[in-house]
């Protein structure tokens, strides 16, 4: 069985920082693509961060640069590091497999984690 | 960047209706596209991927067409357990999502 646990998340002042964590179990996430999406409240998904199993790293416009994903293959954890948060950071992360790889042949993101909430406020 | 563009953003349907969910792309996208159902304080569930193949364990009810730059998500006979928020995907962008909520 596959599971994905987020932790790491909670309230922090504007301009904070913040690591949240994946712990992997059933998959190896050396092997995988790692992605992590948000959710804002009430709002829809947004992806933020990939991570390739070459160790190649994306990420979108809207945290580039503050933003830095990363794996621990000993751990089979991967992270996201989040610095400068504004408000518009405030929302629910969730790691998942990614498949939009070539050798998947099928693309989407079949396993998730149950979120973890990221609060930025004063 | 390739927008993804779904409607409607809301659709009002009663139990055994039939519904259809749309997602258009900026521009051709092939057959890249995966639909989700999410449901209130829970991840995302895939449910198709590559336009119309089910993931395991998604109901025959479920089905996806389409190619090109216009897409469907269609549910063949809504169910109680279908009330739900559907998001296409097409590589890593998703659509504005579609609540589908009791008439």
């Known amino acids: 069985e596959v599971l994905l646990v987020e932790s790491g998340g909670g309230l922090i002042q504007p301009g904070g920082s913040l690591r949240l964590s994946c712990a992997a179990s059933?998959?190896?996430?050396?092997?995988?693509?790692m992605t992590w999406v948000r959710q804002a409240p009430g709002k829809g998904l947004e992806w933020v961060s990939v991570?390739?199993?070459?160790?190649?790293?994306y990420y979108a416009d809207s945290v580039k640069g503050r933003f830095t994903i990363s794996r621990d293959n000993s751990k089979n954890n991967v992270y996201l590091q989040m610095s400068s948060l504004g408000a518009e950071d405030t929302a629910v992360y969730y790691c998942?497999?990614?498949?939009?790889?070539?050798?998947?042949?099928?693309?989407?993101?079949?396993?998730w984690g149950q979120g973890v909430l990221v609060t930025v406020s004063s | 960047d390739i927008q993804m563009t779904q409607s409607p953003s809301t659709l009002s349907a009663s139990v055994g209706d039939r519904v259809t969910i749309t997602c258009r792309a900026s521009?051709?996208?092939?057959?890249?596209l995966a639909w989700y159902q999410q449901k209130p304080g829970k991840a995302p569930k895939l449910l198709i991927y590559?336009?119309?193949t089910l993931e395991t364990g998604v109901p025959s009810r479920f089905s996806g067409s389409g190619s090109g730059t216009e897409f469907t998500l269609t549910i063949s006979c809504l169910q109680p357990d279908d009330f739900a928020t559907y998001y296409c995907?097409?590589?890593?962008?998703f659509g504005q999502g579609t609540k589908v909520e009791i008439k």
């Open positions: 590559k336009t119309s």
């Open positions: 521009q051709s996208i092939s057959s890249w």
């Open positions: 991570i390739y199993s070459d160790g190649s790293t």
């Open positions: 998942a497999r990614d498949l939009w790889t070539p050798r998947s042949g099928q693309g989407g993101f079949d396993y």
């Open positions: 995907q097409q590589y890593r962008t």
């Open positions: 059933g998959i190896t996430v050396s092997t995988n693509y």
